[in-house]
């Protein structure tokens, strides 16, 4: 890297949506978001004792009851769930898009006695920057709603599941875009984004964007743009790509009312029986065809509109 490369890193840039930031619905935007100032300011947002205390052990429990050893963080952030994870005993690898938030992320673990094992890595070319195969993937933190194509949807979790280990699991969450698009935004700010005099609202929502502003004691104000991705739509798409379970959870709890929840945990794990699809059996000569290989055609042949996504995950709300 550059010494200037490395110095404009370092510099604190204001975020950049052009004259009409509603038009901006471009998933290599993410990576100019995360500006500066405003991961410097995420920590408080999220507020990391309150996190804890609201979401328990529930990621630690799921991953332990699958005999989970090796867990790729692929939204590692500022590090709160990889420095969980591995104070409770995982062996972790943080990878994510924003120099920004990995750096932070670093420190943040360093502080607490810890050193992360980061990699900068797109989740589109997720397998040429990460070596190895890993028991759990995690994808938190409503981050896969930064892709706003599908076919770079498909192709990130056909990453994702390559990454897997025989019998793998993902585990991905997402913000309750249905209720928002459905009903309107209401949250308990509660689970998610828990820090004290912050707000985190959205400022414009269609069927193709919600831009959320998040606002902060001292003035400051950051945006996000992402895609209002609908709950049965994320678990066709896990499905499609190889997934075989997918079991969906509302703030952590496995019977919900639909429109309850602020945030949907999805749980999709990656075996292979009878029942896996045509493009993963095995090849004439003995091979298997990998997901992330198929996932470009299996795009152009099935290009599926969330809109009209009517099939639901294995277990739904009771």
């Not at 945990?265 to 298997?288: F, M, N, R, T």
Request: net charge negative.
């Amino acid at each position: 890297m550059s010494i200037s490369t490395e110095t404009s890193l370092l510099e604190y840039r204001q975020q950049s949506y052009g004259d009409d930031p509603t038009a901006v619905r471009d998933t290599d935007k993410y990576t100019d978001e995360y500006v500066r100032g405003f991961v410097e300011k995420w920590d408080d947002l999220i507020d990391w004792d309150q996190r804890s205390e609201t979401e328990g052990s529930f990621f630690i429990e799921e991953l332990r009851k699958r005999g989970v050893k090796r867990v790729l963080d692929v939204a590692t952030g500022t590090g709160f769930h990889s420095v969980r994870l591995i104070e409770a005993g995982f062996e972790v690898v943080s990878a994510d898009g924003s120099p920004y938030m990995l750096a932070k992320a670093f420190e943040n673990a360093r502080r607490r006695g810890h050193v992360l094992r980061t990699i900068q890595a797109d989740w589109r070319w997720l397998n040429r920057d990460v070596i190895g195969r890993f028991d759990a993937v995690i994808c938190l933190g409503n981050s896969f709603t930064h892709l706003f194509n599908e076919r770079d949807r498909r192709k990130a979790l056909a990453e994702f599941y390559s990454a897997l280990k025989h019998n793998g699991v993902l585990i991905l969450d997402q913000r309750n875009y249905d209720a928002i698009l459905d009903h309107g935004f209401d949250s308990k700010h509660k689970f998610y984004y828990c820090g004290e005099q912050i707000s985190a609202l959205p400022e414009h929502v269609d069927d193709g964007l919600a831009r959320f502003c998040y606002s902060f004691p001292d003035g400051s104000k950051y945006h996000l743009n992402m895609f209002p991705l609908r709950k049965h739509y994320a678990c066709e798409l896990m499905q499609q790509v190889g997934f075989q379970r997918v079991d969906t959870f509302g703030d952590f709890q496995e019977t919900y009312h639909e429109p309850d929840p602020d945030f949907f945990i999805h749980v999709a794990e990656k075996c292979y029986d009878s029942l896996v699809p045509e493009a993963l059996q095995a090849k004439p000569d003995g091979g298997h065809v990998d997901a992330a290989e198929n996932v470009a055609e299996h795009t152009d042949e099935s290009n599926t509109d969330q809109s009209n996504t009517d099939q639901s995950c294995r277990k739904d709300a009771r």
